[in-house]
């Protein structure tokens, strides 16, 4: 489960991403992504233990691609520079709330939650932090929680989202774009001993969150809207 070569082969895709250098390594990038591949199989059925809502069972349900998506892009560079899994019901597609590994030297991190969840998810999600604010609360203000993520990853609105009140006085939890967290890590934490209980302890801290968005998201899913969102 050594990632060493994982981090060497994005470190040297970074320096030089183009097509002609990845397909001359293509063995190199074959056994980098075959590593993450065990790292990831190994946190799976920890995962599954910690939320035994999450179904998948290979890591290629998890595994996202290499390649860019460059159309809309400035930048043309065909590949990402990082190795990112992740870990929810439905595999890493899914529009549920899941766990998140991303590798990538000088830039790694853990995290999970909801990152950029479609528009009739997101107002799901508003409508349950709105219904259950004390709870939702509760979550963000754990010592866990606290300790590893912080505050909602990225940009909010500038004002209300439409259709709650202005003078809510939470509001602010509700201009979220994203309902994600991150926790940053260095390169070595990928090649600690203790690397698998430490992610662990992360994403169980990161399992009410998860809980609390995807009973939102299955209101959506599975029907059981509220009268404000049919």
């Not at 591949?37 to 290499?66: H, N, T, Y």
Request: charged content about 30%.
């Amino acid at each position: 489960m050594d990632v060493q070569n994982s981090i060497n082969f994005l470190d040297a895709l970074r320096k030089n991403n183009n097509r002609e250098w990845f397909q001359a390594n293509k063995p190199f990038y074959d056994s980098a992504r075959a590593d993450v591949e065990q790292l990831v199989a190994v946190l799976i059925p920890v995962v599954r233990e910690i939320d035994p809502e999450v179904d998948v069972v290979s890591p290629k349900e998890c595994l996202f691609r290499i390649f860019r998506d460059v159309r809309f892009s400035k930048d043309k560079s065909p590949y990402k520079t990082n190795f990112g899994a992740f870990i929810a019901r439905g595999g890493r597609k899914s529009p549920y709330a899941g766990y998140y590994l991303h590798i990538e030297p000088g830039a790694s991190f853990v995290g999970g939650g909801a990152y950029m969840p479609e528009s009739r998810y997101l107002k799901a999600i508003r409508y349950e932090i709105f219904e259950n604010i004390d709870e939702y609360k509760a979550i963000l203000e754990s010592e866990g929680f606290g300790k590893y993520y912080g505050g909602m990853f990225g940009e909010k609105l500038k004002t209300a989202p439409k259709g709650f009140p202005k003078d809510f006085p939470d509001i602010d939890l509700l201009k979220n774009k994203h309902y994600a967290v991150t926790h940053r890590v260095t390169d070595d934490f990928w090649f600690s001993a203790s690397l698998v209980d430490d992610v662990a302890e992360m994403f169980s801290v990161l399992y009410g969150l998860n809980r609390f968005l995807n009973n939102a998201i299955d209101k959506v899913l599975v029907g059981r809207s509220n009268h404000e969102l049919e």
